[in-house]
């Protein structure tokens, strides 16, 4: 999504009056977080714009230390001096420095419990908290995501475990020569390899009894994009939504079919009004939605990506899920063919409301059992189950690509939250209104786009 026109740019001509100090902190969430807010092109440019930039080293990172110090960085683990702490995942509460500007995905707003404490610490140590998340434009689209990488990442993922799913289902089909995703150095070297895939696949060697294939993607953003981006590398054809039981009852087998489903595809109006998008962004309870009766009936894989938040309708509830596969097996003798859920958003119990914990990239997949609402850590038995993989840091597994594609987006902000003056109140600050829009707390106070949270603990 590129920046609105509201929005201020910087060129490299552009001072700040004083020396702002930008650090990137190192990750330690996971071993698996390679990523870094910014890449050393980023770093250099910044430099050059008179900004001292303080890098905590990491062997873990996607990009060298020597190669942020080369372009003029700072190398210290101690980075009390900055203005502003850059990050991608969630600080450990231990780690954090009292009246700081810190940028990074918090993972709080909305309301998450497992970061409840880390948002008290927050508050009590006066950090004033940008959330990555909350940079979005005046029509809530993201201006600072690592989106398309989540959306390829989770894709290459998804072909790699279907193919092992219906292996253990009794199908042996092409999906099972994948990998995941970061056994791959690029997205293009993936994509390489699913080609031959897509080979075997025109050869007609999916069993017939499994096909058609029909995969449904949620949402038109980043998430969608990238994860289409993978699907067409595949021999494939786009159908509309209300098309899918013709497709279901005359696909063939040379190719995988797609549908791109929106709100107005599967969202109705409570009262049997025509939907309008206004009339949602509005009043978002008095629609339901009725995917599970529409869409789901004739899904193979749902990758979903649709943004989600607290009082919007859910794409599909448990007890939807229960009623879609009443006779799950033997496979494919259902009315319903859902074989895969590849939650991308890792919303836990939002849009998909079974969808209950999220998985990681040491264990992407788990088995979730509709009727019995359980979940399986087998899931390449031949049990009854939707395979569902909900891994929430998946641009983790393409990392030099990740860090490359949301520095690009990040650093035309930079500028505006270095100009922010802790001393001086919010509403007087000189900042751009996607900037204040992302602010969560100041001053020891969630402000008042966020003073909703106190409700959600």
Known sequence: ??????????????????????????????????????????????VKQGIKVLVQPSTHRVYPMSEYVKVGAEETSNIEKADVILGVKEVPIASLIPKKIYVFFSHTIKGQKHNMPLLDEILSKNICLIDYERLVSNKEQRLVAFGKYAGIAGMINVLSGLGTRLLALGY??????????????????????LKTIGNHIQDGVLPKGICPLIFTF??????????QEVFQVLPHEYVSPNDLMDVKRTGGNRKLYATVVHRENYLVRKDGKPYNEQHFLEHPTLYRSNFAEKI?????????GVFWKPGNPRLMTKQDAN????????????????????????????????????????????????????????????????????????????PGEATDYFGSCLKPFLLDFLSINLDLPLESQNIDEATLRAIVTYNGSLTANYKYIESLK
Not at 218 to 227: D, E, L
Not at 296 to 304: R, S, W
């Open 218 to 227: 949620t949402g038109s953003g980043n998430v969608s994009q990238g994860a």
């Open 323 to 398: 009623t879609l596969l009443p006779n799950f097996f033997p496979l494919m003798k259902s009315d319903s063919q859902l074989l895969a859920v590849c939650d991308i958003s890792a919303d836990i119990e939002g849009s998909l409301e079974f969808s209950s914990e999220c998985t990681t990239i040491d264990e992407p997949f788990v088995l979730y059992n509709p009727h019995l609402e359980r979940v399986t850590r087998n899931p390449f038995s031949a049990e009854q189950g939707i395979l569902m993989t909900t891994v929430d840091n998946l641009p983790a597994q393409l």
């Open 172 to 193: 042996h089909t092409p999906f099972i020569y994948g990998a995941p995703a970061h056994n791959y150095p690029s997205s293009s070297a993936a994509k390489k390899a």
């Open 1 to 46: 999504m590129m920046l609105h026109h509201s929005r201020r740019f910087f060129t490299s001509s552009t001072r700040l009056c004083s020396s702002p100090i930008l650090a990137i902190r190192k990750e330690d969430k996971s071993m698996w977080e390679r990523r870094a807010p910014l890449s050393p092109r980023h770093v250099e440019s910044l």
């Open 296 to 304: 789901a009936p004739f899904t193979t894989c749902l990758v979903n």
